[in-house]
């Protein structure tokens, strides 16, 4: 169990930031330069300011998956040793990354597992919880996390993971690539009824029609993009942008992708939309408690590995 009150009621002498990124190289056995490397403190996308990525790979389940972008970055990097891809898109869980979060003292949206999905088969009860229990702690955040596994999401989120499907700082979202897949999502996500729910409709492959927005506090359109990328027509986003609007749903809008995304732009009818769910900030806790915020996690890492 971790003991996150008991630290934060303790105070440590050696606070700096040089302890944190001290912990952070001894732990990983790695040069600073490549622990700078190894976090993902900034990110192009869009909706979110980072990604942390605590599981990496993943396998397809639907057609939103077809041309996954995830997958194609990873599957350059096979068999170069030493790469966080090294095992390309292999499932596997990265618990040297869990403290992450912690690390970083400015709030930021943080994009949880953009190269996997937190809730797939082969990750168990346990991290998944592990992986909460840092959302929870490291408040000052506000985390993004994404699936198309939908039915284990909403089963976990009334069950043991109660408390982050409560918490506002934490975002639940689903994708929906098109109907027969995506709207049965999106019932799973409502049923589950988490503090702010969002969906991630990219790439949009059809027309979704009329569809309940009731408990959905964000929504997300974009178009697929790079080789093969599978056109959207700019009916289906309207559709969709009206219906959020109609709804008070927060809307914004990606991209319209294409194979040259940076071509087509992100401007609907001539204007950008950046609309999010209302959100507060709030401000880190203090070096030192952060630290032995993270050695508690780096404690548990290891003697988890050790097992």
């Known amino acids: 169990m971790i003991f996150w009150m008991w630290k934060l009621a303790t105070r440590g002498t050696w606070n700096t930031r040089e302890a944190l990124d001290s912990l952070c190289l001894a732990s990983r056995g790695i040069t600073r330069a ?8 900034h990110s192009k996308i869009e909706w979110t300011d980072a990604t942390w990525n605590p599981v990496r790979g993943c396998t397809k389940v639907s057609p939103g998956c ?4 995830a997958e194609t970055f990873a599957e350059r990097f096979r068999g170069v040793p030493g790469h966080p891809f090294e095992f390309g898109f292999d499932l596997r869980l990265v618990p040297e990354k869990l403290g992450d979060p912690i690390r970083w003292s400015k709030s930021k949206k943080i994009f949880v597992n953009s190269m996997s999905d937190l809730f797939h088969e082969g990750v168990s009860d346990e991290y998944i919880e592990k992986v909460c229990q840092v959302m929870l702690a490291a408040n000052w955040h506000t ?9 284990r999401m909403a089963t976990l989120l009334k069950g043991r993971l ?23 999502r999106i019932v799973k996500l409502r049923s589950a009824k988490p503090t702010v729910a969002f969906l991630s409709v990219e790439p949009l492959l059809e027309d979704l029609g009329e569809f309940n927005l009731g408990g959905i506090h964000w929504v997300i359109v974009g178009g697929e993009s790079g080789p093969g990328a599978r056109p959207m027509e700019a009916e289906w986003v309207r559709n969709i942008r009206d219906q959020c609007h109609k709804a008070g749903v927060a809307f914004f809008f990606k991209q319209w992708g294409g194979v040259r995304k940076s071509e087509t732009g992100r401007r609907l009818d001539g204007k950008t939309y950046d609309e999010f769910p209302d959100f507060t900030e709030t401000e880190a806790l203090e070096s030192e408690q952060r630290l032995l915020l993270l050695q508690e996690v780096e404690t548990e890492y290891r003697v988890g590995a050790g097992r």
């Not at 490549?34 to 403190?41: G, T």
């Not at 077809?66 to 972008?69: G, I, K, Q, R």
């Open 66 to 69: 077809t041309h996954c972008y």
């Open 34 to 41: 490549k622990c700078s490397a190894a976090m993902s403190d």
């Open 162 to 184: 109660r408390k982050a499907e409560k918490a506002a700082h934490i975002w639940w979202g689903v994708s929906v690539e098109n109907r027969k897949h995506g709207l049965p």
């Open 143 to 151: 985390y993004q996390i994404l699936t198309k596994r939908s039915d």
